[in-house]
């Protein structure tokens, strides 16, 4: 049964400082700092994170699941300095490296598919969702709502691999430390993109890839097929070689892991 909380224990929950608000529940952390960010002015690497979100959506308006006090549910505020419109793929990027460098610390074998979950072996861990505001073709800022399932012990969604942290090393985590090591990652991250090091971001996105040894099955419009990661490129396209030697490129959702 899901936990009720009354609104002087939601009140109590909240904590605001520099750099983070804690909420207890929200619809979505995505569209609440939106909101948030039309009456105040926020730093950038600002956090709304929140115990309880009913209505979290994912790549494509997925769902995510995620049961009340058990995981790392927040978004964050990112003002990119001069990066024009086409260089949006570096901040899922730099996002995506943030959340695997993060869990490094706790397991092994944690990787990025393309183009921004974060994997644990064949299972996903944590989901990511970027949304952007542009202006006069140079990205204004970007909202990047993040998932992590740390403490979750069983999944009942219709997600096909779903894990967290907990479920992995057996024991539980301090969710406000890892979110706490996540932003000293997140400063160092987007710093590097400030200073416009695209190459070392891609660089270091396309050794976290998922997959990135082998032929593995893949589907498109046309069927499944067997292929290879070739590259992804720097605008987000991923190129894979086919076992006859032909490459196929593909956009976001064009194509599906088997």
């Known amino acids: 049964m899901m936990e009720r909380i009354t609104m002087m224990e939601r009140i109590a929950m909240m904590e605001r400082n520099a750099m983070m608000e804690r909420i207890a529940e929200v619809d979505s952390t995505n569209k609440y700092l939106t909101e948030a960010l039309k009456k105040r002015q926020l730093p950038s690497g600002f956090v709304v994170h929140a115990e309880i979100q009913t209505h979290g959506r994912g790549q494509a308006g997925n769902a995510w699941e995620s049961e009340p006090f058990k995981n790392l549910l927040f978004s964050v505020y990112f003002r990119p300095v001069n990066m024009p419109a ?22 092994p074998f944690v990787t990025v598919k393309w183009p921004n979950d974060v994997y644990y072996q064949d299972k996903k861990i944590s989901g990511i969702l970027v949304e952007n505001v542009i202006t006069g073709g140079i990205i204004e800022h970007s909202i990047i709502g993040t998932g992590i399932n740390i403490n979750q012990l069983q999944f009942t969604g219709d997600a096909p691999n779903p894990v967290s942290l907990s479920q992995i090393t057996g024991i539980a985590h301090d969710k406000m430390r890892i979110l706490s090591e996540f932003q000293a990652l997140f400063k160092t991250q987007s710093d590097r993109l400030n200073n416009h090091l695209f190459d070392e971001i891609h660089d270091a996105y396309l050794d976290a890839l998922y997959r990135k040894e082998g032929y593995h099955l893949y589907s498109d419009a046309n069927g499944v097929f067997e292929a290879r990661l070739h590259t992804i490129e720097p605008t987000g396209p991923i190129v894979l070689e086919r076992t006859d030697g032909r490459f196929s490129r593909y956009a976001f959702k064009e194509v599906t892991y088997l």
Do not use: N, P, R
């Open 86 to 107: 086409s260089l949006l793929f570096a901040i899922s990027e730099m996002a995506s490296l943030c959340v695997k460098k993060t869990l490094d610390k706790y397991i």
